[in-house]
């Protein structure tokens, strides 16, 4: 039942010392009392620091200590620090500002409030020794990579997918992906290109389905960006902070997202719960880099370069020597023969002469592929 008038302080009593006693969980204690978490933390709160003298209740009206926080914006504060139980006092600050509230306090102020609660854990951050860089508008550079698996209730392993705007940090594509194949890949990027259009540049890792395993940058995912003249960058291997700002928010969803439950029972669920992460990290989570109040959507807008229905046709400059790639994966120039590269079979290449006699520049496009060297 809720507080009784005549009783107010004995139930408060009570309750407080069942709560510290910690047997019945607060949820379910608070359920037994008729109030709400946010009420019951804030009493137990104020029964921690001031014993019995806290439950009892205060003037709305300035006292002695005309900033200290007022019980409705504790109550807000704990509320909000529930619902995301890895939000600290700055990313909660910005959350709540960004709401339209009025005097919240500062960050090391609902540090405190969740001090005081119980509701704070001190995350473990890693520590960086790399310089930072961003790109200057948005649509120049998209980070793209596979998270690490993980296994769903009936043994199906699920690898989520994410693709990150480097400037605004708007995450465009996050897909819990039942493989990591090239045309699956293709089929989620189709989707994105439709709706936010094209970018100029596209940072992703080394191997299978991104390319560079062995220092040749091209596969069919690859030729297929270049056919939509996306240049696409590799980071160094055995240095993934190249995509610090992909994986950082691959640690933002394991904390916010896949740890907050023992299991997900199936593929649904689980992108359901990715696709209302992607709203709340999009639209309403301030992110620090960006600004107190600054969610990334507030940062993003779409390309103007539109995705096409059909592929350009494949032309060169005037004095290009072109040569048709073989089934085989190979192409004949001045009697000899060359391997171009299986992603490039049956396709047209462009061969150009380099300052050095003998020495030839090999595009897709106009994206180089490789340099040869003839007989002068």
Request: with cysteine.
């Amino acid at each position: 039942m809720p507080w009784r008038e005549s009783s107010v302080v004995s139930e408060r009593l009570e309750f407080v010392r069942l709560a510290v006693e910690g047997v019945i969980p607060m949820a379910e204690l608070c359920r037994r009392f008729g109030i709400s978490r946010q009420t019951g933390y804030v009493w137990l709160g104020r029964y921690r620091v001031e014993g019995e003298a806290g439950l009892v209740d205060r003037s709305r009206r300035p006292g002695s200590h005309p900033d200290e926080t007022g019980v409705e914006m504790v109550e807000l504060v704990c509320a909000v620090r529930e619902a995301h139980p890895v939000w600290g006092g700055r990313k909660i600050r910005g959350f709540l500002l960004r709401q339209g509230h009025q005097g919240v306090p500062a960050p090391s102020t609902i540090t405190q409030i969740l001090r005081r609660n119980e509701l704070l854990t001190e995350p473990v951050r890693p520590q960086r020794d790399y310089v930072r860089f961003q790109a200057d508008a948005p649509n120049r550079l998209w980070q793209m990579d596979f998270k690490g698996w993980l296994t769903l209730q009936d043994g199906q392993r699920i690898h989520p997918l994410g693709i990150l705007d480097d400037h605004s940090r708007y995450n465009l594509c996050l897909q819990a992906s039942t493989d990591q194949q090239t045309l699956t890949v293709q089929d989620y990027l189709t989707g994105v290109f439709t709706r936010y259009g094209l970018p100029d540049r596209m940072l992703m890792d080394n191997g299978s389905p991104w390319g560079h395993t062995t220092g040749f940058p091209w596969n069919p995912l690859t030729v297929w960006l270049a056919d939509l003249d996306i240049r696409v960058s590799h980071i160094r291997p055995f240095h993934p902070q190249t995509q610090g700002k992909e994986e950082r928010f691959h640690q933002t969803l394991d904390l916010e997202v896949l740890h907050r439950r023992r299991y997900w029972e199936t593929r649904t669920q689980l992108q359901d719960a990715f696709d209302e992460f992607r709203r709340l990290y999009n639209h309403h989570r301030p992110h620090e880099a960006l600004g107190e109040t600054i969610a990334p959507a507030d940062h993003y807008q779409p390309s103007t370069r539109r995705f096409p229905t059909q592929l350009p046709p494949i032309t060169y400059p005037e004095g290009t020597h072109i040569r048709q790639v073989s089934t085989d994966a190979r192409f004949s120039f001045q009697g000899h023969t060359y391997r171009a590269g299986k992603p490039f079979k049956g396709k047209p290449i462009g061969i150009k002469a380099t300052t050095t006699p003998g020495t030839w520049n090999i595009y897709y496009r106009h994206h180089h592929i490789k340099t040869i060297t003839t007989n002068v």
